[in-house]
């Protein structure tokens, strides 16, 4: 996308103030129209966009990445939330099982080499999928602090456009969604995990400000690669 810097920049400052909703139906409907997905792992706050999302179009692509370590309430609580929704277009993408019997043959990359088990099962499935979308949709927020402190609403990323409706929502925001809407929470959520991926890379958070901090605590990893730039 020629010029993308610029052009990003005017959307930023053009949507700073607006609601999610209407960055999220602006982006469906006319920004990136036909040529973007959301991204969605299914999470503790995952049903906020995809509820926003059943409202604006119900065929729209939702791309969950499965690195068959998701724990099995995750995929009962997508099946949930499709059925509520009445989404039609969700898509569950997996690792190549050639990479995976190369490299990971015993499932046990995660503890040596974390950033290659995430390489393997969450990055190279999500680029090859994306090779159908000019931009995608991202859940993140920015009070969930570290990296995503700084977070826009419309970045630039390994040759892609990355939307952030959420990006500048309180916690109140999200908190509410849920009771106003009527949509069941996460069952890891009501047990103490704050935010879940993996089964082997999560436990509960131990800092209810810090929804992350239950995420790669023998490592200092943060992020999983698929918010990182594949140059880096
Ligand atoms: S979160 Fe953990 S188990 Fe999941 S892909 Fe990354 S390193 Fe592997």
């Not at 969604?177 to 069952?187: A, E, M, N, S």
Request: contains cysteine.
């Amino acid at each position: 996308m020629a010029h993308h810097s610029i052009y990003l920049k005017n959307l930023n400052k053009k949507y700073k103030d607006s609601p999610p909703e209407l960055i999220l139906r602006m982006t469906i409907e006319e920004i990136f129209k036909n040529k973007i997905a959301y991204v969605c792992s299914f999470g503790t706050e995952s049903a906020i966009i995809l509820h926003m999302i059943s409202q604006i179009d119900r065929n729209f692509p939702v791309i969950l990445i499965n690195t068959n370590f998701l724990f099995k309430e995750t995929i009962e609580y997508k099946n949930y939330l499709i059925q509520k929704l009445e989404l039609k277009n969700c898509k569950e993408i997996f690792p190549n099982s050639y990479d995976l019997v190369k490299n990971d043959k015993d499932g046990n990359l995660w503890k040596s080499n974390p950033d290659s088990c995430c390489n393997i099962r969450k990055v190279i499935p999500l680029k090859k999928e994306l090779k159908n979308y000019q931009a995608w949709i991202s859940g993140r927020k920015s009070y969930h602090k570290g990296e995503r402190k700084f977070l826009k609403i419309f970045e630039f990323l390994n040759q892609k456009v990355v939307v952030n409706p959420l990006a500048s929502v309180k916690k109140s925001f999200v908190e509410s969604y849920f009771d106003l809407h009527k949509i069941k929470k996460h069952p890891l959520f009501t047990k103490g995990y704050l935010s879940i991926g993996c089964m082997n890379c999560t436990i509960k958070s131990s800092n209810v400000n810090d929804p992350r901090s239950g995420r790669w605590t023998d490592n200092i990893k943060t992020e999983c690669g698929i918010h990182y730039s594949y140059n880096k």
